[in-house]
C-alpha cells in the first residue's frame, strides 16, 4: 500500500475518532457508545452476558498469511460465537488494540473494516475500546457483550444422563485450513516468486480465515422450541469441548466415530498430509461450530433440523468419555486441543 499515514499525524483520541465516527448504534440496549468516558447500556429485564478475548500477533495469529480485514472479523466473531454458546444474543463489543511502529493508519483502518462488517452482519453495536503503543507486535482485546432471556440461558453444566450430543456443521477443517497456510509459508520462504497453491482447498482457507458464528443455529433452536441442557463452541477441540461439559455436568459421554461430521476438502487434506482425520476432528479447534446436549425426548426435532449431527449421548459419570471407532473399539477421550500456555 502506497499511501501510508503514520498514527503519530492523529494522536490516540484522534485515532480512536477516525477509527470509530462513522459507527451508527442499531441495538436498543446501546444507549451511548463510543465519545464519552464509558459506554451506556441498558438491558431492561434480560440476564447480560459477557465475554472477552485476548488474541496476540505470533501465538494467535501470523499477519504473514492473515490479511487484517480478516483478522478483524474473526475477532469479533469468536467472541459473538461465546454469547451464542450460552444462547445469548451479542449485542455490543469493545475493541482494545496495543500497536506497535510498522503499523500505519490504513491498516488499522483494514481491521476495523472487518470488524464493522462482522458487526453489520450480526446485528452489534461497537462503544468502545482503547488503543495503546505495543512494542510486540499487534494485541487485541475484544469484550462482548450480549443478551440472554432469564430461564434460557444455558451452561456448561446442565448435560444429563440419556442426553443426545449434538454438533453443528463440520469439523476439522479450520485446522487443516492452519496446516495449508503453515505449509505454504515455508515453502514461500525460500522462494522469491511464490504463488500458494489454494485451488479446491477454499473452504478450508475460508473457515480458518473467515470463520462464522452460529446464529443460525440458535435461532433454529429456538424455533423448534429446544433448550439445549448444556451448550459449548468449538474453538479449542470437540475432545476438549466435551471434557469441559462432562467435567460441568458430573457426566460421561460416548460419540461415535462415524457420527462425526467431517467435509470432504478436510478428508482430502488429512491425506495429504498424512494425517488421522479423526484426530484432527477432535482436536483442531477454531470450528466455532456448536456443541450442545438436549433430552432424548427431543430425538426426532433435532433430527429434523438442517445442519445438525447426533454424535453421541450422555452416559453415568463413571462410564468415562469415549470415542467409539468404526470397529467398535473405544478409545477415552482426552484433551489434546489447543493451549497457548502449553
Known amino acids: 500500500m502506497s499511501n501510508r499515514t503514520e498514527i503519530a499525524t492523529l494522536g490516540e483520541f484522534g485515532l480512536i475518532r477516525h477509527l470509530t465516527e462513522k459507527i451508527e448504534l442499531k441495538n436498543r440496549s446501546s444507549v451511548k457508545g463510543v465519545g464519552d468516558d464509558a459506554a451506556v447500556l441498558d438491558y431492561t429485564d434480560k440476564q447480560v452476558l459477557v465475554t472477552t478475548d485476548l488474541l496476540l500477533e505470533g501465538i494467535h495469529f501470523d499477519l504473514m498469511y492473515v490479511p487484517l480485514k480478516h483478522l478483524g472479523y474473526k475477532s469479533a466473531i469468536v467472541n459473538f460465537s461465546d454469547i451464542y454458546a450460552m444462547n445469548g444474543r451479542p449485542k455490543q463489543i469493545t475493541v482494545s488494540l496495543g500497536i506497535s511502529k510498522r503499523f500505519c493508519i490504513e491498516d488499522l483502518e483494514e481491521f476495523y473494516a472487518g470488524i464493522q462488517l462482522a458487526c453489520d452482519i450480526y446485528g452489534v453495536d461497537l462503544v468502545g475500546g482503547d488503543t495503546s503503543a505495543s512494542r510486540t507486535g499487534l494485541a487485541i482485546s475484544i469484550t462482548c457483550i450480549g443478551e440472554g432471556e432469564k430461564g434460557k440461558v444455558v451452561y456448561r453444566s446442565g448435560a444429563k444422563e440419556t442426553d443426545l450430543i449434538c454438533v453443528s456443521g463440520d469439523l476439522g477443517a479450520a485446522y487443516m485450513g492452519l496446516q495449508l497456510l503453515e505449509r505454504e509459508k515455508s515453502v514461500f520462504k525460500g522462494e522469491k516468486d511464490f504463488t500458494p497453491d489454494f485451488s479446491g482447498k477454499e473452504y478450508l482457507l475460508e473457515r480458518q480465515l473467515k470463520p ?131
Request: hydrophobic letters at 40%; a negative charge; proline letters at 3%.
Open 212 to 342: 462464522e458464528a452460529r446464529k443460525d443455529i440458535v435461532e433454529a433452536l429456538e424455533q423448534a422450541g429446544i433448550i439445549p441442557t448444556a451448550m459449548m463452541d468449538v474453538s479449542d477441540g470437540l475432545s476438549s469441548e466435551l471434557l469441559h461439559i462432562s467435567k460441568a455436568s458430573d457426566v460421561g459421554c460416548r460419540i461415535y466415530e462415524e457420527r462425526i461430521p467431517i467435509d470432504y476438502q478436510t478428508a482430502m487434506m488429512a491425506e495429504q498430509f498424512n494425517m488421522n482425520l479423526v484426530t484432527a476432528a477432535l482436536n483442531g479447534g477454531e470450528d466455532y461450530e456448536l456443541l450442545f446436549t438436549v433430552p432424548l425426548t427431543d430425538h426426532d426435532k433435532v433430527q429434523a433440523m438442517k445442519g445438525i449431527k447426533v454424535i453421541g449421548h450422555i452416559t453415568k459419570p463413571e462410564l468415562g468419555n469415549y470415542l467409539v471407532g468404526r470397529d467398535g473399539g473405544e478409545v477415552e477421550l482426552r484433551a489434546q486441543g489447543w493451549n497457548s500456555l502449553a
